[in-house]
């Protein structure tokens, strides 16, 4: 099938969403799409949840094992046959004029790139302290949640990066910026899926520090630093433990899972304290 737009969509272990999110794509009012998605070694049922979509729109491949996002989203790149290449995550709910609005965008000529408008849950959805918010409501971020680009344009800068687990994504627009403008596109809207943190989802990452040490590392990146302090509030919490009680006055808590975290926001600032060091230590970064 010819087409001048491919999706990627890359899934691990995302059975409750998934169904969700390729109903709504498959729902867009811009028809002449291919699907692309990519099991990255899922574990759960998420692969009988898409296998239930026939759909000739919809080109399934597995990884053998996982292989982390940022490879996953270059075998799709692989796969990918459109002029522009769009990206989602599997949590998502695409909103039905979704393409039309990012072709909009990347046929104006002015433009490389475009990202979208990220709500979580919804536009008026309050938030308590467990909800694994992910948004975008005024641009910046450059998270593939919700962008597009022209396909010649990734090609130029090589694609994702593949030693990020996180960040991938605004490392490759902050690649791409260099080549041409990305646009903001506000009616361009995704809605993330809402999700609960678990204790072992909070350590877990922690890890995901590392990836800001990259940032600075090949663009001075400074978001959430303050001079050369990586999440300075993190760091304090770590010096003075009793500041994490200060979430109970900032934040919402109203459900079990809300307090479940709170012991473990200390054990969370430390390990990622000692993640950022040793990364500064082996890419040889001063960062605090």
């Not at 026939?54 to 790149?77: C, H, M, T, V």
């Not at 948004?135 to 090609?155: D, L, M, W």
């Not at 050369?228 to 994490?244: D, S, Y």
Request: aromatic share 14%; with cysteine; charged share 25%.
């Amino acid at each position: 099938m010819k087409t001048d737009v491919s999706v990627i969509l890359c899934v691990k272990d995302a059975e409750k969403y998934i169904g969700n999110c390729i109903s709504s794509l498959l729902d867009q009012t811009f028809k002449d799409f291919e699907l692309i998605i990519i099991n990255d070694g899922c574990s759960d049922y998420t692969p009988h949840v898409i296998e239930k979509f026939s759909d000739e729109r919809i080109r399934y491949f597995r990884n053998q094992k996982n292989l982390g996002i940022a490879k996953s989203r270059n075998i799709g790149l692989k796969f990918a046959r459109g002029e522009y290449i769009f990206f989602t995550d599997a949590d998502c709910v695409i909103s039905k004029n979704w393409i039309a609005q990012g072709l909009k965008s990347l046929e104006n000529q002015k433009y490389v790139g475009v990202e979208g408008r990220i709500y979580y849950v919804s536009k008026d959805y309050k938030p308590t302290f467990s909800d694994h918010v992910c948004k975008n409501e005024h641009g910046g971020r450059f998270t593939t949640g919700n962008a597009a680009y022209k396909s010649t344009v990734i090609q130029s800068v090589g694609g994702f990066d593949e030693k990020y687990d996180y960040h991938e994504d605004r490392d490759l627009a902050l690649r791409i910026l260099k080549h041409g403008k990305i646009c903001f596109n506000p009616n361009m809207i995704v809605y993330v899926q809402q999700q609960t943190l678990t204790p072992k989802d909070l350590i877990r990452s922690a890890g995901y520090i590392k990836n800001r040490v990259y940032l600075f590392k090949k663009f001075r990146e400074r978001k959430k630093m303050l001079w050369r302090i990586v999440n300075p509030f993190n760091l304090a919490k770590t010096l003075f433990p009793p500041l994490i009680l200060v979430s109970l006055f900032f934040k919402t808590f109203k459900t079990s899972d809300d307090f479940k975290l709170l012991p473990f926001m200390y054990v969370y600032a430390i390990l990622e304290r000692l993640q950022l060091w040793k990364t500064c230590a082996r890419e040889r970064v001063f960062l605090i």
